[in-house]
T-cell receptor
Protein backbone atom coordinates (compact mmCIF):
# COMPACT_ATOMS: atom_id res chain seq x y z
CA UNK A 1 0.00 0.00 0.00
CA UNK A 2 0.82 3.68 -0.06
CA UNK A 3 3.38 5.08 2.38
CA UNK A 4 3.79 8.80 3.04
CA UNK A 5 6.84 10.21 4.79
CA UNK A 6 6.73 13.78 6.13
CA UNK A 7 9.58 16.05 7.30
CA UNK A 8 10.37 17.77 9.53
CA UNK A 9 8.38 16.57 12.51
CA UNK A 10 8.72 19.98 14.16
CA UNK A 11 9.49 23.38 12.68
CA UNK A 12 10.05 26.64 14.53
CA UNK A 13 10.17 29.94 12.65
CA UNK A 14 9.97 33.63 13.43
CA UNK A 15 6.92 35.59 12.39
CA UNK A 16 7.35 36.76 8.82
CA UNK A 17 9.69 33.94 7.84
CA UNK A 18 8.81 31.24 5.34
CA UNK A 19 8.12 27.62 6.27
CA UNK A 20 8.53 24.56 4.07
CA UNK A 21 7.23 21.07 4.83
CA UNK A 22 8.15 18.15 2.58
CA UNK A 23 6.47 14.82 1.89
CA UNK A 24 7.36 11.79 -0.19
CA UNK A 25 5.03 9.03 -1.33
CA UNK A 26 5.65 5.52 -2.53
CA UNK A 27 2.78 4.64 -4.87
CA UNK A 28 3.24 6.09 -8.35
CA UNK A 29 -0.51 5.65 -8.91
CA UNK A 30 -1.28 8.38 -6.33
CA UNK A 31 -2.87 11.33 -8.08
CA UNK A 32 -4.30 13.61 -5.38
CA UNK A 33 -2.35 15.35 -2.62
CA UNK A 34 -4.17 17.44 0.01
CA UNK A 35 -2.72 19.30 2.96
CA UNK A 36 -4.59 19.64 6.25
CA UNK A 37 -4.05 21.95 9.20
CA UNK A 38 -5.06 20.69 12.63
CA UNK A 39 -5.15 23.00 15.62
CA UNK A 40 -5.04 21.51 19.09
CA UNK A 41 -8.25 19.65 19.86
CA UNK A 42 -9.84 20.49 16.52
CA UNK A 43 -10.66 18.74 13.26
CA UNK A 44 -8.19 18.59 10.35
CA UNK A 45 -9.04 21.41 7.94
CA UNK A 46 -8.16 21.31 4.28
CA UNK A 47 -5.92 24.24 3.39
CA UNK A 48 -4.81 23.38 -0.13
CA UNK A 49 -4.69 20.40 -2.48
CA UNK A 50 -3.06 19.52 -5.78
CA UNK A 51 -3.82 16.95 -8.45
CA UNK A 52 -1.24 15.04 -10.41
CA UNK A 53 -1.82 16.95 -13.64
CA UNK A 54 -0.60 20.18 -12.00
CA UNK A 55 2.93 21.01 -10.84
CA UNK A 56 2.18 23.94 -8.57
CA UNK A 57 -0.78 25.63 -6.94
CA UNK A 58 -0.94 28.81 -4.91
CA UNK A 59 -3.53 30.34 -2.61
CA UNK A 60 -2.46 33.65 -1.06
CA UNK A 61 0.40 32.84 1.36
CA UNK A 62 0.21 29.10 0.80
CA UNK A 63 1.62 27.13 -2.13
CA UNK A 64 2.09 23.48 -2.91
CA UNK A 65 4.50 21.96 -5.43
CA UNK A 66 4.46 18.43 -6.83
CA UNK A 67 7.28 16.47 -8.45
CA UNK A 68 5.76 13.26 -9.81
CA UNK A 69 9.07 11.91 -11.07
CA UNK A 70 10.66 12.14 -7.65
CA UNK A 71 7.37 11.35 -5.90
CA UNK A 72 7.51 14.25 -3.53
CA UNK A 73 5.41 17.30 -2.78
CA UNK A 74 5.91 20.29 -0.55
CA UNK A 75 3.92 22.93 1.31
CA UNK A 76 5.27 26.47 1.36
CA UNK A 77 3.92 29.12 3.73
CA UNK A 78 5.22 32.64 3.27
CA UNK A 79 5.02 35.57 5.71
CA UNK A 80 4.14 33.26 8.56
CA UNK A 81 1.90 34.53 11.36
CA UNK A 82 1.37 33.22 14.91
CA UNK A 83 -2.05 31.90 13.87
CA UNK A 84 -0.30 29.57 11.41
CA UNK A 85 0.95 27.59 14.42
CA UNK A 86 -0.62 24.11 14.21
CA UNK A 87 0.09 20.57 13.08
CA UNK A 88 0.16 20.16 9.32
CA UNK A 89 -0.51 16.83 7.61
CA UNK A 90 0.17 15.88 4.04
CA UNK A 91 -1.77 13.04 2.42
CA UNK A 92 -1.85 11.05 -0.79
CA UNK A 93 -4.65 9.26 -2.59
CA UNK A 94 -4.69 6.79 -5.47
CA UNK A 95 -8.09 7.96 -6.61
CA UNK A 96 -10.45 5.96 -4.47
CA UNK A 97 -10.74 8.87 -2.01
CA UNK A 98 -8.80 6.86 0.56
CA UNK A 99 -6.21 9.15 2.09
CA UNK A 100 -2.86 7.99 3.44
CA UNK A 101 -1.47 10.59 5.82
CA UNK A 102 2.01 11.55 6.88
CA UNK A 103 2.80 11.71 10.58
CA UNK A 104 2.48 15.46 10.73
CA UNK A 105 4.64 18.55 11.25
CA UNK A 106 4.19 20.76 14.27
CA UNK A 107 4.76 24.34 13.12
CA UNK A 108 5.45 26.96 15.77
CA UNK A 109 5.54 30.60 14.69
CA UNK A 110 7.05 32.90 17.30
CA UNK A 111 6.08 36.60 17.39
CA UNK B 1 -16.41 24.93 9.47
CA UNK B 2 -17.58 21.94 7.46
CA UNK B 3 -21.12 20.59 7.59
CA UNK B 4 -19.89 17.26 8.96
CA UNK B 5 -21.04 16.45 12.47
CA UNK B 6 -20.15 13.62 14.84
CA UNK B 7 -21.55 12.30 18.08
CA UNK B 8 -20.76 11.90 20.85
CA UNK B 9 -17.83 14.29 21.32
CA UNK B 10 -16.27 12.25 24.11
CA UNK B 11 -16.76 8.72 25.35
CA UNK B 12 -15.26 6.58 28.10
CA UNK B 13 -15.56 2.80 27.91
CA UNK B 14 -13.96 -0.17 29.59
CA UNK B 15 -12.04 -2.94 27.93
CA UNK B 16 -14.28 -5.54 26.29
CA UNK B 17 -17.24 -3.22 25.83
CA UNK B 18 -18.76 -2.18 22.51
CA UNK B 19 -19.14 1.35 21.16
CA UNK B 20 -21.07 3.04 18.34
CA UNK B 21 -19.97 6.36 16.89
CA UNK B 22 -22.09 8.43 14.54
CA UNK B 23 -21.39 10.78 11.65
CA UNK B 24 -23.63 13.00 9.55
CA UNK B 25 -22.13 13.86 6.20
CA UNK B 26 -22.10 17.24 4.54
CA UNK B 27 -25.11 18.01 2.38
CA UNK B 28 -24.64 16.64 -1.13
CA UNK B 29 -21.92 14.18 -0.13
CA UNK B 30 -22.48 10.46 -0.66
CA UNK B 31 -19.23 9.03 0.65
CA UNK B 32 -18.07 8.73 4.26
CA UNK B 33 -14.61 7.63 5.37
CA UNK B 34 -13.58 6.81 8.93
CA UNK B 35 -10.15 7.39 10.39
CA UNK B 36 -8.47 6.64 13.71
CA UNK B 37 -6.03 9.24 14.99
CA UNK B 38 -3.83 8.19 17.89
CA UNK B 39 -2.19 10.92 19.95
CA UNK B 40 0.65 12.56 18.02
CA UNK B 41 -0.03 10.59 14.83
CA UNK B 42 -1.68 11.18 11.51
CA UNK B 43 -5.15 9.79 10.82
CA UNK B 44 -5.22 6.10 9.84
CA UNK B 45 -7.84 4.94 7.35
CA UNK B 46 -10.36 2.44 8.78
CA UNK B 47 -12.91 2.09 5.97
CA UNK B 48 -15.05 4.00 3.52
CA UNK B 49 -18.73 3.78 2.66
CA UNK B 50 -20.24 4.80 -0.66
CA UNK B 51 -23.98 4.55 -1.22
CA UNK B 52 -24.43 2.20 1.75
CA UNK B 53 -21.71 -0.24 0.66
CA UNK B 54 -18.21 -0.65 2.09
CA UNK B 55 -15.83 0.69 -0.54
CA UNK B 56 -12.40 0.03 0.83
CA UNK B 57 -10.89 -0.97 4.15
CA UNK B 58 -7.64 -0.27 5.91
CA UNK B 59 -5.60 -2.54 8.14
CA UNK B 60 -8.12 -2.84 10.96
CA UNK B 61 -9.57 -6.08 12.40
CA UNK B 62 -13.16 -7.21 11.76
CA UNK B 63 -14.28 -5.98 15.19
CA UNK B 64 -14.30 -2.56 13.50
CA UNK B 65 -17.46 -2.45 11.43
CA UNK B 66 -19.69 0.18 9.94
CA UNK B 67 -22.91 1.14 8.27
CA UNK B 68 -24.10 3.85 5.96
CA UNK B 69 -27.74 4.84 5.83
CA UNK B 70 -29.88 6.06 2.89
CA UNK B 71 -29.34 9.67 4.00
CA UNK B 72 -25.56 8.97 3.80
CA UNK B 73 -25.00 9.30 7.53
CA UNK B 74 -22.79 6.59 8.96
CA UNK B 75 -21.93 4.59 12.06
CA UNK B 76 -18.67 3.08 13.23
CA UNK B 77 -18.99 0.13 15.59
CA UNK B 78 -16.13 -1.30 17.59
CA UNK B 79 -16.58 -4.54 19.49
CA UNK B 80 -14.42 -6.02 22.25
CA UNK B 81 -12.69 -2.73 22.96
CA UNK B 82 -8.98 -2.79 23.71
CA UNK B 83 -6.85 -0.20 25.46
CA UNK B 84 -5.12 0.62 22.15
CA UNK B 85 -8.47 1.65 20.67
CA UNK B 86 -8.21 4.86 22.68
CA UNK B 87 -7.97 7.59 20.03
CA UNK B 88 -9.74 10.36 18.19
CA UNK B 89 -12.13 8.90 15.62
CA UNK B 90 -12.73 11.13 12.65
CA UNK B 91 -15.19 10.81 9.86
CA UNK B 92 -14.83 12.64 6.58
CA UNK B 93 -17.40 13.12 3.88
CA UNK B 94 -16.81 13.67 0.20
CA UNK B 95 -18.82 13.93 -2.95
CA UNK B 96 -16.67 11.52 -4.95
CA UNK B 97 -18.26 8.67 -6.78
CA UNK B 98 -16.25 6.29 -4.69
CA UNK B 99 -15.21 4.43 -7.76
CA UNK B 100 -11.98 4.33 -9.68
CA UNK B 101 -12.40 7.86 -10.99
CA UNK B 102 -13.11 9.52 -7.71
CA UNK B 103 -10.75 11.64 -5.70
CA UNK B 104 -13.24 13.85 -4.00
CA UNK B 105 -12.03 16.33 -1.45
CA UNK B 106 -12.64 15.07 2.06
CA UNK B 107 -14.02 17.28 4.80
CA UNK B 108 -13.63 16.18 8.37
CA UNK B 109 -15.99 16.22 11.29
CA UNK B 110 -14.87 17.34 14.76
CA UNK B 111 -14.20 13.77 15.88
CA UNK B 112 -15.14 11.57 18.81
CA UNK B 113 -12.50 11.12 21.46
CA UNK B 114 -12.69 7.58 22.84
CA UNK B 115 -10.94 6.55 26.01
CA UNK B 116 -10.80 2.85 26.87
CA UNK B 117 -9.95 2.02 30.46
Amino acid sequence: GENVEQHPSTLSVQEGDSAVIKCTYSDSASNYFPWYKQELGKRPQLIIDIRSNVGEKKDQRIAVTLNKTAKHFSLHITETQPEDSAVYFCAASTGYSTLTFGKGTMLLVSP
Amino acid sequence: ETGVTQSPTHLIKTRGQQVTLRCSSQSGHNTVSWYQQALGQGPQFIFQYYREEENGRGNFPPRFSGLQFPNYSSELNVNALELDDSALYLCASSGASGGAQGYGTQYFGPGTRLLVL
